[in-house]
């Protein structure tokens, strides 16, 4: 195999042909990358090795063996070296005179592979396909803590570096090359711990390894023979955002400007008014269309759409799953209004949408609905304009001359995001009608979701000036003979 010193531009210039081939790193042993035959147009990096199996007959016979480290430009160079110095012993020392042992990886990685067709179990035994975003999310998690494919050396140095248990000893093992044979609930424990820095990631990390474990044990032949060593392993305590915004002429001042100032760049302050009016996930309004779509396939791939003649939105809701109807109030109905007006004139900014079927579609391709890229940009700006972010200056690019230019770079750092605009309007619908109406507003599963991570008292009404009635029934007592006095 021929080899060459990996480097960006290097690997940058290595062609894709008509057949794949692979090149090895000078400078690391073991290391080297797969270019795909075209159209595949793929690199992938590889530990290679080799090791010798002794067969019935006691005869020698050597072989290969390798192990995906990860795509190119997944991690950076120097980190899949570390990685392949770090494990390559251990990788070596699976490959046993019998073959390879399955291990924590192969189960994952098996896992990862049957998502897209795999289905969930509800209580009522029925089965249902995973979600595509809680797919991507188990994807994201399992291969990022705990297969350590990851860009963030942090990341890295936290699942390999040995972890100090009892102040004398030290836990050298790495959580995805643990046999699956010999993984225990300590080995769960440990890695979880490591984790500590990042609890949040911690806990869904360890979720997300329990529903794998939990789809392995489905399996006619499961790899892993014990009970699911995840379970009733203690997590984090996360806490809560119940961010708002408590300034309710800031909320009016918005919604104002919104109404007012459509004209501008309507389909987004329609966006962000609608966010306000019907407090509803981001994701639930991003796929709105204007009618019912006529074919079940064309419905499916809404999020809802607009009932004009009841002024409601019909809802398939993104986190339950169940359908749900909307009532639309007086101001966003006429933001609504407006938009479709907007939309239908000439030479409006917002013509250029016409035949759209979307309420909000992209503005690279009308075709799309708007996702979480669409408006990132004027997202920065509004939120700085109404004060939900800071932003300091970081540097001020110069010309050929040295002279200073006009173009500046800032970094911006969000105190609320439009997420929160969902616990501004939990908080102020429940303070009008009711904590209760209020989780039935929102389809919450019990009072307990709303205020834990929603709903916020006003404190100024939790004060009292007088207690029992104390202030306006007073009985003033007649006075005793002897304080008449």
Request: glycine fraction near 4%.
């Amino acid at each position: 195999m021929k080899a060459i010193n990996f480097t960006k531009i290097a690997l940058e210039k290595l062609k894709h042909t008509q057949e794949t081939y692979r090149i090895a790193d000078q400078k690391t042993t073991g290391l080297s990358i797969e270019v795909r035959a075209e159209p595949s147009f793929i690199k992938t990096y590889y530990a290679e090795w080799s090791y010798v199996v002794i067969n019935k007959e006691g005869k020698q016979k050597r072989h290969g063996a390798r192990r995906k480290i990860c795509r190119y430009n997944q991690m950076t160079i120097e980190a899949v070296r570390n990685n392949v110095n770090l494990n390559l012993a251990n990788w070596k020392r699976t490959n046993t005179q019998t073959g390879k042992k399955k291990t924590v990886e192969d189960l994952i990685r098996g896992f990862i592979k049957a998502l897209p067709t795999a289905f969930r179990f509800k209580k009522d035994g029925k089965k249902i396909k995973y979600k595509q975003k809680t797919i991507d999310s188990y994807i994201s998690l399992l291969e990022c803590y705990c297969l350590g494919e990851t860009q963030t050396d942090e990341v890295i140095q936290i699942l390999t570096t040995p972890f100090n248990i009892d102040g004398s000893s030290y836990y050298k093992k790495i959580l995805k090359d643990i046999p699956i044979d010999e993984l225990t609930k300590q080995d769960i424990k440990i890695w979880h711990s490591r984790l500590e820095t990042k609890p949040i990631s911690a806990n869904r990390a360890l979720a997300a390894l329990s529903v794998a474990i939990d789809w392995d044990s489905q399996k006619p032949i499961p790899l892993l023979k014990i009970t699911n060593p995840c379970l009733r392993i203690s997590k984090y305590t996360e806490n809560k955002d119940k961010r708002y915004m408590e300034d309710l002429a800031k909320v009016l001042e918005i919604r104002k400007y919104c109404i007012e100032q459509m004209w501008r760049d309507p389909q987004f302050l329609c966006f962000i008014m609608i966010l306000f009016e019907i407090g509803e996930r981001l994701e639930d309004c991003y796929g709105l269309a204007w009618n019912k779509p006529n074919s079940i396939v064309e419905q499916n791939k809404c999020s809802g759409w607009i009932v004009w003649n009841k002024k409601e939105i019909y809802l398939r809701d993104s986190k339950n799953r169940q359908e749900a109807t909307i009532g639309l109030t007086d101001e966003a109905f006429a933001a609504l209004k407006s938009l479709q007006n907007l939309v239908t004139e000439e030479n409006t900014n917002a013509s250029w949408a016409v035949g759209s079927k979307w309420v909000f579609p992209r503005p690279t391709d009308k075709s799309l609905p708007i996702n979480n890229s669409s408006y990132r940009c004027k997202i920065r700006d509004y939120l700085f304009k109404f004060g939900m972010a800071e932003r300091t200056l970081v540097k001020v690019n110069k010309k050929v001359d040295g002279t200073k230019g006009k173009r500046t770079k800032y970094k911006y750092t969000n105190t609320l995001t439009l997420k929160h605009i969902r616990k501004t309007f939990v908080t102020y619908y429940g303070r009008d009608h009711g904590i209760e109406n209020a989780s039935m507003r929102m389809r919450h599963s019990s009072m307990e979701v709303t205020k834990n991570h929603y709903y916020n008292e006003d404190q100024e009404k939790l004060k009292v000036k007088h207690m029992y009635g104390a202030g306006s029934n007073v009985v003033e007592l007649k006075k005793a003979a002897n304080d008449e006095k």
